[in-house]
């Protein structure tokens, strides 16, 4: 037996995979036999995970306006991350893999062994809604995370980042096709297919081998092709302009960081100018102490004497407080020198970043207008079907081509 393995990015609608809401395309009287594997509230997920992250970004700031009051809004009304991310699976189709049938109950064991194991598999995504959907056309599985990561060194220390939590587990990305998430996506494909080898299926790569097509379905298949070259430029674009959202991120973090010093280098200023101030404000001190006092000479007293005795000790008492006062003060002139060095490097190579990034900045706000056009020429709701299209397609191509490469491979060892 071969099935398809099919992988989509979802619209994460949470309310219809628990089936709060119910679409027409349901059966109810099957929806007992659905299997849901956790329904948590995305924003208890938000807490968990972020909370403590966000305190400790809060007691380090020396600005109220830098504090973050909720995370969870924070990046819902932001454009640099989504909230979560939800992935559909499904084994075979409708025609051969129908949720009514045998094959269907088989379909339903492959995904339920497979979900069992998603979480500790991937550590970085926090699954809060899992269901397996069984009052359907055919048995699926919709997974819905938040991506997150530990340790950054921008911002939060624990963040929201898709594109990072899954290059801690393993999945750097490379070109505009072999991303982060089209990485993952063939790997847990993998996943999926030893479930069901396991139960007797093999995984079903579909072939671009094509018998000769009429003028009709040569046409179709080109109409079908320039939609699909219309959807990769979506999502080339999509990727780009997520590109330069990260890099606005990026500089602004660093010019957080460069203010933060520059209100360093303030505040040594200020320590100085009050060392100053009670060094006079205490100048009386050194006036009114007898060891700072040169004393009458006694009477008969020779002059020697009376520089070896009271003169030159005085001269050395003296002596040792202006090195004191000397060493203190060409230590704060060489840690505000070092301060404002720093400072002025920071500057210069902000400076220069943000003249590299103002072309390319120019460049994927266009992009973003062209995106907002197809957008509204298409809908919303179309582009995000196109995107899904292109990214299966890009995938299928993806899968192909390795096929191929291995297959010449084996034809040189002959």
Not at 76 to 86: A, C, H, M, P, V
Not at 170 to 190: C, L
Request: aromatic share 8%; with cysteine; net charge neutral.
């Amino acid at each position: 037996m071969k099935r398809t393995i099919s992988a989509m990015l979802g619209k994460g609608s949470v309310s219809h995979n628990s089936r709060m809401f119910m679409a027409n395309n349901i059966d109810s009287e099957r929806s007992q036999l659905n299997i849901s594997y956790c329904n948590t509230p995305i924003k208890d997920v938000y807490r968990e995970l972020f909370d403590d992250a966000v305190k400790r970004f809060n007691e380090k700031q020396m600005r109220n306006d830098r504090c973050i009051d909720d995370y969870y809004e924070k990046i819902r009304t932001g454009k640099q991350e989504k909230l979560f991310y939800e992935v559909i699976l499904q084994v075979g189709n409708k025609d051969n893999m129908a949720a009514i049938s045998e094959d269907g109950q088989l379909a339903c064991k492959v995904l339920d062994e497979y979900m069992k194991d998603f979480q500790k598999r991937n550590p970085n995504l926090k699954v809060f809604s899992a269901h397996l959907h069984m009052d359907e056309a055919t048995p699926h599985l919709h997974i819905d995370f938040v991506p997150f990561i530990t340790e950054s060194k921008r911002g939060l220390d624990t963040r929201v980042s898709l594109k990072q939590a899954l290059a801690t587990q393993g999945f750097p990305g490379g070109t505009r096709v072999d991303t982060e998430w089209n990485q993952w996506v063939k790997s847990e494909k993998e996943q999926l297919s030893q479930v069901m080898e396991r139960h007797g299926i093999e995984w079903e790569q579909l072939d671009t081998h094509h018998e000769h097509l009429s003028v009709i379905d040569y046409k179709k298949e080109q109409r079908t092709k320039e939609v699909a070259a219309l959807d990769s430029q979506i999502v080339v674009k999509s990727m780009e302009v997520e590109a330069i959202v990260e890099k606005k991120a990026s500089v602004k973090s660093e010019l957080d960081d460069f203010i933060a010093d520059a209100e360093k280098t303030r505040d040594n200023l200020n320590s100085i100018k009050d060392i100053e101030q009670f060094v006079a404000k205490n100048a009386s001190h050194y006036d009114i102490d007898p060891k700072y006092e040169l004393p009458e000479p006694k009477p008969m007293m020779y002059a020697k004497t009376y520089r070896d005795k009271f003169a030159l000790p005085l001269v050395k008492k003296l002596k040792d407080v202006i090195r004191s006062i000397l060493v203190r003060y060409f230590e704060r002139t060489n840690e505000m020198k070092s301060v404002i060095e720093r400072t002025r490097t920071q500057v210069w190579s902000l400076t220069e970043r943000i003249n590299k990034l103002e072309p390319e900045n120019e460049r994927l706000c266009e992009v973003e207008r062209d995106y907002s056009r197809i957008q509204r020429v298409l809908g919303s709701e179309r582009v995000k079907e196109l995107v899904s299209t292109a990214i299966a397609q890009e995938n299928t191509t993806k899968e192909l081509e390795l096929a191929a490469k291995k297959k010449r491979s084996r034809g040189y060892e002959r």
